[in-house]
């Protein structure tokens, strides 16, 4: 495995992929791995083959935090970081500062307009728009042929899709099933910011979850099942709902009725951190 620091080191060492026309795949992450990324890793691996290359980044970017404390806080683990890569077979991991990524005073940025405006768009503006600059920068960078992404960001999911296809980066994007505890929470690298008793309380999200499909499909309307959910959250002391949202899984837009493809969508604060999760319905 070989640690790239600079765009200009890891453009050089996959030239010889390129020209030989090798499945490349990319693993963007922004660190603090955990085995949600490593599933993410070793899917990559799998898929590349004896043939490919696995390229991840670690890379906790700036641009797409909306919170200048959530920045400062967020967890940075860059030596266990680089092992979980080793173990998961990574080839190369590209590992730039931010004023390398961003040279002088940035003045492009790439958003999107339609599929950010809900959930997690709604609450972080701006978030998105670092998110797509990010990738767009990497796409750029790695040229990969194929992109991994966990579901547990769905949105984020959904608009990297757009950006791909508005945009014409000839990049495959795939979509990993959710990683989780065996109590049911899911792996999230802001996990470590939580209490041993605040881990517990979390697994109400999956819970609130499930309750919700069960009842979507038995016809529930979906005001009721949103205010179920969110009944069973709020029950748990020192939880704030940020958002509680079905929506259409391919447009990322409230609906009112039961009809697939839907989206139980929420994020919720447990203290001062904020945890995302969704269930397909």
Do not use: W
């Amino acid at each position: 495995m070989q640690t790239c620091e600079t765009k200009v080191e890891l453009r050089d060492v996959l030239k010889k992929h390129h020209a030989a026309n090798q499945m490349i795949v990319l693993v963007p992450t922004m660190g603090a791995l955990h085995a949600g990324h490593q599933s993410l890793l070793e899917q990559a691996r799998q898929m590349a083959g004896k043939d490919g290359v696995v390229v991840s980044s670690l890379f906790v970017n700036p641009i797409q935090f909306n919170n200048a404390g959530d920045l400062q806080t967020y967890p940075r683990t860059p030596e266990q970081d680089l092992e979980i890569c080793q173990r998961a077979g990574v080839d190369y991991v590209f590992t730039p500062t931010p004023e390398e990524m961003y040279t002088g005073v940035r003045s492009i940025s790439v958003e999107e307009t339609y599929l950010s405006t809900t959930l997690c768009g709604a609450s972080r503006p701006g978030h998105f728009a670092g998110v797509c600059t990010v990738l767009a920068k990497l796409f750029n960078i790695v040229q990969p042929t194929d992109a991994i992404f966990g579901k547990k960001d769905y949105q984020q999911l959904a608009i990297i899709r757009r950006l791909v296809r508005d945009l014409d980066i000839p990049v495959r994007i795939h979509g990993a099933e959710i990683v989780r505890h065996e109590n049911g929470l899911a792996y999230s690298s802001r996990n470590a910011r939580l209490t041993a008793t605040q881990k517990e309380e979390a697994t109400v999200l999956r819970q609130a979850l499930l309750q919700a499909k069960n009842e979507f499909r038995a016809g529930v309307p979906v005001a009721e099942v949103k205010a179920n959910a969110s009944a069973m959250i709020n029950k748990v002391a020192g939880t704030e709902i940020d958002y509680l949202e079905i929506v259409n899984a391919e447009t990322m837009q409230p609906i009112e009725e039961n009809a697939d493809p839907a989206l139980l969508a929420t994020a919720v604060y447990f203290g001062d951190v904020r945890l995302i999760d969704n269930i397909e319905l």
